[in-house]
């Protein structure tokens, strides 16, 4: 078998497929309820100053270890340093646990597209719906057989056929999509633009050690640290594309789509209640219950409806395909089995792990509540509040005291000077390992009960 690794074409491709990884639901719902939380304004303001130091400096070491190795996270650690292989088997565990969960989140994005599109946007808009669809067993696994299908059959293509081409149709309608909607609900809602000054104005009354954590955990998943998604897309880039750049092009889609949703969410919301700030802090609620009412009460509001889903839905599509693809990855490189067994051999896993995850609403199998959860946000407690700080954390450990950031800075200066490694090597040695420790105790303290971020 050919030792020779897939490769996105160049610099637009690693940029849009990356970027597409990074922008998912947690952009579109999660986004905006926390900066509704945190004060609007202020919270942007603490995000954007963490997005170009904290993530930064941590995306830039993912993806200069994918490169530097051209392996996935188990070969490229275990590669580098043998005592820290540990960290790329925890890093490659979360997508497989993400994974099943999330496509069942993208399920229910793809029911809604669908309901709108074939005329249930009045039943979608009642209050009892979402939760009375989500209770029933059908339904929500038939819709998140067809969402997996589809994000393997994508990568089931590869890198360059499958990753690139749809990443480069995806990422500019999202934005395109977004934008329309932004204009259109700022525009046609009396009571929208108040929602926009509440959105962006910082009010630094508002400031508190909890503003940081809610935003430093945000950006923390949301530009898909710390699951290995970055190595392997460092593994299939070019040596000639400057890592620095495509980072900092990479926060600039992320930032900017979950500002925009903001922009499109919470206006709307906060207009639609009469300036209730407590209608801000409903998470999925915003997306699944909030949006079809107001949809309701807007001229052309289903067809608006089915734009809205239909961009979600994009937006799931590229972080499901960008997990799966780093899960396909790491078992070819470690069996050596080709692609299409792959990817069938992962489908097949990641529906059954999924099964618990989709009809834990049910009543067959509400009673199951492991450590007082539901299935879906048990395994979501695992990955994003156990694991990925955890990975995270070792992964600073080992870069910065053992491997030393140099040996990185010289991978990165091979496209290039790189102009922040002052700014890198101190993050990555001092500061990220103590973000990241916070974002660990804070998140596990708040899933206790502890503390409520």
């Known amino acids: 078998m050919s030792n020779e690794r897939s490769s996105f074409t160049g610099k637009i491709g690693f940029v849009l497929a990356a970027a597409g990884s990074a922008v998912g639901l947690g952009n579109i719902w999660r986004f905006p309820y926390l900066a509704a939380r945190y004060g609007g304004g202020m919270f942007l303001l603490v995000y954007v100053i963490l997005s170009v130091t904290f993530g930064f400096s941590l995306m830039v070491a993912e993806i200069a270890l994918g490169r530097k190795t051209q392996q996935s996270p188990i070969?490229?650690?275990?590669?580098?340093?043998?005592?820290?292989?540990?960290?790329?088997?925890?890093?490659?565990?979360?997508?497989v646990i993400i994974l099943p969960y999330y496509s069942v989140i993208g399920g229910w994005v793809l029911k809604y597209f669908v309901g709108f599109m074939t005329g249930e946007a009045g039943s979608m808009a009642e209050s009892t719906y979402f939760n009375d669809y989500i209770a029933g067993a059908g339904q929500p696994l038939l819709w998140f057989a067809v969402f997996i299908g589809i994000t393997a059959l994508i990568v089931l293509f590869g890198?360059?056929?499958?990753?690139?081409?749809?990443?480069?149709?995806?990422?500019?309608?999202?934005?395109?999509?977004?934008?329309?909607?932004?204009?259109y609900t700022i525009a046609t809602m009396d009571g929208a633009w108040d929602g926009v000054l509440y959105y962006i104005t910082p009010d630094f009354s508002h400031f508190s050690i909890m503003t940081v954590v809610a935003a430093m955990g945000q950006l923390f998943y949301s530009m898909s640290l710390a699951m290995g998604i970055m190595i392997t897309f460092g593994s299939y880039?070019?040596?000639d594309i400057s890592i620095e750049k495509s980072t900092h092009q990479i926060e600039i889609f992320d930032t900017g789509i979950a500002f925009l949703a903001g922009l499109m969410i919470v206006p709307a919301v906060y207009a639609f209640s009469g300036g209730d700030a407590s209608a801000l802090k409903q998470g999925p609620g915003l997306m699944f219950v909030t949006l079809p009412k107001i949809f309701e009460t807007i001229p052309g509001g289903t067809v608006l409806g089915a734009v809205f889903f239909f961009m979600v839905l994009l937006a799931a599509l590229t972080s499901?395909?960008?997990?799966?693809?780093?899960?396909v990855s790491t078992v070819m490189d470690k069996v050596k089995i080709g692609r299409k067994t792959c990817c069938l051999i992962v489908l097949g896993f990641s529906f059954l792990l999924g099964l618990p995850s989709s009809l834990g609403f049910s009543q067959a199998w509400s009673w199951v509540r492991p450590l007082g959860m539901n299935m879906l946000?048990?395994?979501?407690?695992?990955?994003?509040?156990?694991?990925?700080?955890?990975?995270?954390?070792?992964?600073?450990?080992?870069?910065?005291?053992?491997?030393?950031?140099k040996t990185?800075?010289?991978e990165l200066e091979v496209s290039g000077p790189f102009r922040a490694k002052g700014l890198f090597s101190v993050m990555i040695r001092y500061v990220a390992p103590l973000c990241v420790l916070l974002i660990l105790v804070s998140s596990v303290l708040n899933a206790f009960g502890v503390i409520v971020i």
């Open 408 to 410: 990185l800075i010289e």
């Open 159 to 183: 890198v360059q056929k499958g990753i690139e081409k749809v990443s480069k149709v995806m990422m500019p309608a999202l934005v395109v999509l977004m934008l329309f909607i932004v204009i």
């Open 75 to 95: 070969g490229a650690f275990r590669s580098l340093d043998k005592r820290f292989s540990f960290v790329g088997l925890l890093a490659s565990l979360v997508p």
């Open 237 to 239: 880039m070019k040596k």
């Open 320 to 327: 499901g395909i960008s997990l799966m693809e780093t899960i």
């Open 377 to 405: 946000d048990f395994f979501d407690f695992v990955s994003n509040n156990l694991i990925m700080p955890v990975v995270a954390f070792f992964t600073c450990l080992f870069i910065g005291y053992f491997l030393k950031p």
